[in-house]
């Protein structure tokens, strides 16, 4: 039973070591900030380590993650109740842009900007590539639900990032 229990260990601290940076990044583009995006990370990282051997057989630790992700951060802005605020105005230092897009900022404070909801569906359908229908799934609505989000969410943002080439327009499938 142990050496059981060390594989399990051994193979979760493995998958964690490879994606937490990457998983980070995700919470961090879907909530906007780095102290709850690491709060987002380390709550899908305890239901997974709860439910690894399932998830781990199915392969499937990157979309359970991230779904857990996805609906903490959407939880969170649900409950404002649940919300506590640390720290003192001005002392607490953000971490850097990890994203090298010389418009990261921009991007991300159009980002911000969204509905807690319409920024999930934009991150899982451009950031992710998800379907529709794999959205949809994720935020556990209906594909109908996911397309009229993503189309409030571009006008949001190309309203928020002002006039720009049409050439790289986003459309929904």
């Given at each position: 039973?142990?050496?059981?229990?060390?594989?399990?260990?051994?193979?979760?601290?493995?998958?964690?070591?490879?994606?937490?940076?990457?998983?980070?990044?995700?919470?961090?583009?879907?909530?906007g900030?780095?102290?709850?995006?690491?709060?987002?990370?380390?709550?899908?990282?305890?239901?997974?380590?709860?439910?690894?051997?399932?998830?781990r057989?199915?392969?499937?630790?990157?979309?359970?993650?991230?779904?857990?992700?996805?609906?903490?951060?959407?939880?969170?802005?649900?409950?404002?109740?649940?919300?506590?605020?640390?720290?003192?105005?001005?002392?607490?230092?953000?971490?850097?842009?990890?994203?090298?897009?010389?418009?990261?900022?921009?991007?991300?404070?159009?980002?911000?900007?969204?509905?807690?909801?319409?920024?999930?569906?934009?991150?899982?359908?451009?950031?992710?590539?998800?379907?529709?229908?794999?959205?949809?799934d994720?935020?556990?609505?209906?594909?109908?639900?996911?397309?009229?989000?993503?189309?409030?969410?571009?006008?949001?943002?190309?309203?928020?990032?002002?006039?720009?080439?049409?050439?790289?327009?986003?459309?929904?499938?």
């Amino acid at each position: 039973m142990a050496t059981r229990r060390s594989t399990r260990d051994d193979e979760f601290t493995t998958y964690v070591d490879a994606r937490r940076h990457h998983l980070r990044r995700t919470a961090y583009v879907i909530c906007g900030d780095w102290h709850m995006a690491e709060d987002l990370v380390q709550t899908a990282l305890v239901k997974l380590y709860i439910a690894w051997r399932r998830v781990r057989r199915d392969g499937a630790e990157d979309a359970y993650v991230r779904r857990i992700i996805v609906r903490a951060f959407l939880d969170e802005k649900r409950r404002p109740w649940r919300r506590e605020k640390v720290g003192l105005d001005g002392f607490d230092m953000a971490a850097p842009e990890s994203l090298p897009l010389e418009d990261s900022d921009a991007l991300l404070a159009a980002l911000k900007g969204l509905p807690a909801r319409q920024r999930a569906t934009v991150v899982l359908r451009y950031w992710y590539g998800l379907s529709v229908d794999e959205t949809a799934d994720d935020l556990r609505c209906s594909p109908g639900t996911v397309k009229s989000q993503t189309a409030r969410a571009v006008v949001g943002l190309r309203a928020a990032l002002g006039p720009a080439d049409t050439e790289g327009q986003m459309c929904d499938d």
